[in-house]
């Protein structure tokens, strides 16, 4: 079976890294009680983590490399497409050189942190609709609406007042909800 390739914003990676591992962690936290016992209070769910290595092989490897590194330095989220795990907005953590790189070889090493966004969603919706949306125009107010770079299906069926359910059937062209790209067109009504 061939994988799809990895993204994260605009760049693609010309093969797959070699080597990836994702991480699940819950937060749990112990509460003492009189007489030396014990409850746990289950927090939530920690965020995600893929993290991985990989080479960048050929002639154009170390420009490869650039490209990739040129993109940690983003100040926002990006969307995160792994061929394996579901997609979502997420940061660029770290990215590590494992040698000296060369024109045709650079071996690296990088991590990624899943990002939740419905905090930053409703500030935005408030910051929006107490300026009269005069920077720009509503989501709401629009039929339909390009992916932008940080952009998730959740969040934008929750800025329309649609469940994901909804925006998806309206959207008979996704055809897997964790797999989409900057620049596609989603009707909205």
Same mark, same amino acid.
């Given at each position: ?17 070699? $080597?990836?591992? =994702? #991480?699940?962690?819950?937060? =749990? ?6 007489? *030396? ?6 927090? *939530?769910?920690?965020?995600? $983590? ?7 092989? *050929? #002639? ?7 490209? !990739? ?8 989220? +990006? =969307?995160?497409?792994?061929? =394996? ?16 790189? +060369? ?13 939740? #966004? ?13 300026? /009269?949306?005069?920077?720009? #125009?509503?989501?709401a107010q629009k039929t339909t609406y390009t992916l932008k770079? /940080?952009?998730?299906?959740? /969040?934008?069926? +929750?800025?329309? /007042?649609?469940? !994901?359910?909804?925006?998806?059937? !309206?959207?008979?062209q996704i055809k897997n909800p964790n797999i989409y790209y900057? *620049?596609?067109? $989603?009707?909205?009504?």
């Amino acid at each position: 079976m061939e994988l799809s390739p990895m993204r994260f914003g605009d760049f693609v990676w010309p093969h797959n890294p070699r $080597i990836y591992e =994702i #991480e699940y962690n819950r937060r =749990i936290v112990c509460h003492k009680v009189p007489f *030396g016992l014990y409850a746990l209070s289950d927090m *939530g769910r920690d965020q995600r $983590i893929l993290r991985g290595e990989g080479e960048f092989v *050929g #002639e154009k490897a170390y420009e490869e490399f650039k490209k !990739l590194a040129a993109m940690f330095f983003s100040d926002k989220p +990006r =969307i995160l497409v792994h061929p =394996i795990w579901q997609s979502a907005p997420a940061w660029f953590v770290s990215l590590k050189l494992r040698q000296e790189p +060369r024109k045709d070889y650079v071996s690296y090493e990088f991590e990624f942190w899943e990002c939740f #966004e419905g905090y930053e969603l409703s500030a935005k919706a408030m910051l929006s609709a107490a300026a /009269g949306a005069t920077e720009t #125009e509503t989501v709401a107010q629009k039929t339909t609406y390009t992916l932008k770079s /940080g952009d998730t299906l959740w /969040g934008l069926a +929750r800025a329309n /007042g649609l469940t !994901l359910s909804q925006l998806l059937a !309206l959207n008979p062209q996704i055809k897997n909800p964790n797999i989409y790209y900057v *620049g596609d067109v $989603i009707r909205l009504s």
